[in-house]
């Protein structure tokens, strides 16, 4: 059990959701996750951890409102606790000195990819930032994210912000200009990785993907976040998340995450 | 032992065996010869006084018969119903030489539930704090067991545990009507009234490491049980509706898939479900799988039934449910619908050759004989490899080439200082009383280490 310190709506259907957790502030790398059981009727789920302050001793997750646990988290106030909440998870992002890193960020991938921009920076990287949602209202984060990149390139398929389309839209149109990046990191909607695994494949830019496969236990037991990398099974939560998007076997990804539509939909109606 | 009939129990959760009255077990009880070198100690892994809790049983001093027991198993109502008896204690009782042997693991499950029907349980005296403080990684059978000798012993144990309920295999894993969670949770009450502290959600390699408990406590056990699943790397074994038997039992059992949408855990349940494996944790699944409602439950098995490690009890049961047992078969691809979900799995026939280093006889294919098995949910029950995380984030505790923990198998000590170890993580797959004993040598070698500081 942990406690809301601050809950926010930061975008229609985003929230940003931070919890006293000092031991966990303290191992908090970019990269990480946590499970989270919002209450005790819940799933488990994974959530990329976005922020955090060893002084202050918080962690804070954005996540989009869109299933039936993300629901119930998104009704939780300050002062109310989160039935379970463990982590950090997985392995973290490589941070190196590549020379020019890319960071796409869609959807809750716009908070996770600001720890890793702010940690790339220091390394000494160019780090330009692609923030992405269907208008610019729907878009967060842009002064955090502007102040830890060099740059923030956004897209809007309205065009209400920075270029029309979407950031794998924009990303190919600077890669075909001739535009040099060393290493592609991409955070969000299975949809936008597989895309921009696509667009840098011709180009051959180290292309790293955030996987966000189902999962249950999160620490190696189940087997259910499995993956086909380079023809072998991997599991995302102690091999990943975060995989070569070049590798990866999209067909098996894209299937997968469809599998529990129809129960997504019963859980959300009998609330 | 009476049970809930098969046509009954196949629709719902409720323990399958009802369970003796006392009269039922006075009877059981009065056949035991109280043999003057008894067998069945030396069969038992935790070597429980059998003869003498048995004699209390048959004098009708049921509460003289738990403070025995309990002296050296503080789970009784757990290994009377998951322990292997057949194998153990109950295959060298000298009675069942020539009759049924005395029904040990019953008796033992009676007594405990005598016990707990009394309401508040008797807590054992415990000596003055020796001020030694051990962390005990993993709240499963292992865990579980050392803690509860440790802090028998004086000393300060707490207990990390990875997911949000302590119990580890006896609550993710086992399904409910074959031990029922409140009994788990009753059990590690008591743990916590001998004073140990469990601190849940808390994932040792993560959020501490190895060398960070060792400042804080003297000693540490490693009992973090079973890692990621083996899958048979045929083709298939990626689409939708293919379960690894861990996450199948975990989704049902942990997160309590059965009563969704009240639990929000989804399962597919599939109206012809196929389990591939022949231990105890396949029937477990093919029994479940019945239980949400399947229409056919298959199980599919490379060897005869003879060969099956599944405990016999298990077995039995599945045959009485109806399970459909296709042996000697062995899975060579799952076929999917244009969507990407499972729909067939085509299976080659074996034939038992020559046996193998386990000492089976080898399921050979025989050419040309395949079929298919319509199916719309697959769960592959073939074993899993032992938990990653802390031989991954701790370099200097040595692994074997199968990923288990090396220990001493007389002290659970591993190659690392004030490190023990014991379970799954240290065996590979085995079973909750073996877990349990492996708790019980590595609470023996701590107390030694702690007393005589002798590494």
Redesign the interface.
Known sequence: MVKIVEKEQIAPNVHSCTIEAP??AR?ALPGHFVMV?PDK????IPITLSDWDTEKGTVTIVFLEIG??TQRLAELKAGDDI???????GMPFEIENFGTVGLVGGCYGIGGIYQAAKALKSKGNKVISYSEARSSFLLYWNNKLEEASHEVRYSTVDASLGSRGHSHDLLEENLRSGEHFDRIMAVGCTYMMYKVSLITRPFGVKTIVSMNPVM??G??????C???VGGE?R?AC?DGPHFDGHQIDWD?VL??R???LE??I??KE?W | MREQPPEERIRNFDEVPYGYTPEEAIEEALRCLQCKNPACIQGCPVEIDIPGFVKFIAENKFRDGIVRLKEKNIMPAICGRVCPQEEQCEQVCIVGKKNEPVAIGRLERFLADWERSQGEMDIPRIPAPTGKKIAIVGAGPAGITAAADLARLGHHVEIFE???EPGGVLV?GIPEFRLPKAIVFKEIDFLKKLGVKLH????IG???SIDELLKEYDAVFLGT?????W?M?VPG?????V??A??YL??AN??KAYL???????I?KGRRVATVGGGNVAMDCARTALRLGAEKSILIYRRAREQMPAREEEIHHAEQEGVIFKLLSNPAAFHGSE??WVKEAECIKMKLGEPDESGRRRPVPIEGANFKVQVDVVIIAIG?SP???IP?TTPDIESSKWGTVITDPKTGKTSKKGVFAGGDVATGAATVILAMGAGKIAARGIHEYLKTGVW
């Open positions: 031991d966990l191992k059981i009727y819940s799933e488990r039936a646990a039935y379970s909440f463990t982590g950090p998870l249950i236990d620490t190696g037991m189940c087997g259910a499995r993956l086909v099974t599991f102690v098996v299937d997968r469809r599998a529990y129960e997504e019963i859980s009998r | 990875a997911l949000h993710y849940t959600d808390t994932v993560k959020i501490k049980g079973a890692g990621l699943p899958f790397n074994e990626n689409l939708n509706g379960y690894s861990n996450e975990t989704r942990l997160m969704f949408p009240k639990y929000k855990t989804p597919i969507n990407g899993n938990n990653p995380l991954s």
